[in-house]
């Protein structure tokens, strides 16, 4: 168990809370590319509590407050034109750093818009995905991970909403036991017909279905440690005294976990928080073998997450989707076959910031408490002026790749070896190079 006040400062994230300043330290997923390719490349956010609007200008996206500073207009309204946005109130338009250059309604010659500026972000672009910075000081540069330096076409993007604390979502990555319980099928389907999906697949080096594997090695040795990224999880699932099945998992500090989504894809999901009680978590797929079909990927999960919000199409209203027959004979949780919809039920139905002053944890939650260390040990670094965890410069950044994310099964008396090698003969085999 931990404290009420502990569970405060873990979760809180508006501006001003000791972890809103904090997770404002590192880039943060703001919207999908695709969201601002349409005739009009303007779109309503919230961030950490924060009412803000992004834009696309010939040249480059904007990321300023909603709110126009004249008398508080909505600029989501604004009329967008090749080098900024301007408020359709009085015609106030504002550049990409948020500097007002112009105030047409005031009297010729007045120079009041030398006195005026909103608040305005950096953004980039990354594999799909655009990242803003909302911290103070220059931004942290971005590590060699797979997910951002992979080639476009061997990389796709999604998101969807959940309507909970981003703490209690992105731990849900950080337990590796549930999903011989959470996701287990009755019933194996054909391989073939996994592209995808998760959990429906066969591990690296073996025709085993890994739903069969999850459900019927359900007590499995999660194995934890610490590393220069966040941390890396190892779940070992003996199969008999031959073999193993190894599922290799990290979390990328502060918010985001890279796990294996089969033997050639991995999925890197960062949860970013709207405000205290509701989140979306941004994923980018990284294929190691063929490029990936975006057409395919899309198609799938907008049946799930459809726009132009993304926001599920089961939630607390209608029990996320639970059947009792279904729940009998075909899932274990009764709630259909998208693994998405089963974690978003897992992580809503604690409500909407869980009380974990009332939790028993277990040796499988061991990842979560390291973890849980991890950020109020950053929440504290921070408070105190110092560099905390992940935040880097260009050099250190340029050292970190990877990191390996492994689904096999390999021989039970050398897990460690067979995973390494599993993770550099996938890398050798790719059509690009890390």
């Known amino acids: 168990m931990i404290s009420a006040e502990q569970n405060e400062l873990m979760t809180r994230i508006g501006p ?69 946005l301007r408020c359709s109130f009085h015609g106030w338009k504002f550049d990409g750093q948020g500097r007002c250059v112009e105030t047409p309604a005031e009297p010729e010659g007045s120079r009041l818009c030398e006195h005026i500026r909103t608040v305005s972000y950096p953004v980039v672009e990354k594999s799909g ?77 073996s025709a085993l279905p ?4 999850l459900r019927e090695y359900d007590r499995p040795d999660v194995r934890v440690e610490k590393t220069e990224f966040g941390m890396r999880l190892q779940t070992l699932r003996r199969i008999d005294d031959r ?30 928080p709207v405000d205290d009680t509701g989140c979306y978590w941004y994923a980018i797929f990284t294929s190691f073998g063929a490029p990936v079909d975006k057409q395919t990927m899309r198609a799938q999960r907008l049946k ?69 260390r991890l950020l109020v040990d950053a929440i504290q670094r921070n408070e105190r002026n110092e560099t905390p965890l992940m935040v880097l410069d260009a050099e250190r950044a340029a050292q970190l790749t990877g990191p390996a994310a492994i689904d096999g099964i390999g021989p039970s008396g050398a897990m460690d070896q067979y995973w390494k090698e599993a993770d550099a003969l996938r890398r050798a085999r790719s059509g690009w190079k890390s």
């Not at 000081?137 to 997910?147: K, L, M, N």
């Open 243 to 272: 073999e193993t099945h190894v599922r290799v998992t990290n979390v990328l500090f502060p918010q985001a976990f890279v796990i294996p989504m089969n033997a050639e894809m991995t999925i890197t999901q960062f949860h970013v």
């Open 210 to 213: 890994i739903s069969k594997v």
């Open 129 to 205: 995905i655009l990242f803003a910075y909302l911290g103070v000081g220059e931004p942290p540069a971005f590590p060699r991970f797979d997910c951002f330096i992979a080639p476009d076409a061997y990389t796709f993007a999604f998101k969807g909403y959940w309507d909970c604390n981003w703490l209690q979502a992105l731990e849900v990555g950080i337990d590796p036991a549930h999903a011989s319980w959470l996701h287990k099928f009755f019933e194996d389907e054909d391989p073939a017909a996994s592209y995808g999906r998760q959990f429906r697949g066969t591990p690296s080096d």
């Open 304 to 372: 799930t997450y459809p726009e132009p919000d993304y926001r599920p199409v089961h939630s607390r209203k209608d029990g996320w989707g639970f059947d009792a027959a279904e729940q009998r004979a075909k899932t274990f949780t009764g709630m259909g076959f998208d693994i998405n919809i089963h974690d978003q039920f897992a992580c809503e139905s604690q409500g909407p910031i869980a009380d974990r002053t009332k939790e028993n944890l277990g040796t499988t939650d061991k990842g979560i408490v390291l973890y849980r």
């Open 16 to 84: 001003g809370t000791p972890a809103g300043k904090l997770l404002r330290r590192y880039w943060q997923p703001v919207a999908l590319v695709d969201e601002l390719q349409g005739d009009r490349p303007v779109k309503a956010v919230r961030l950490f509590g924060e009412s803000l609007v992004l834009y696309r200008t010939k040249s480059h996206y904007v990321l300023m407050q909603r709110h126009c500073p004249h008398r508080g207009a909505d600029l989501a309204y604004g009329r967008l034109e090749p080098d900024g």
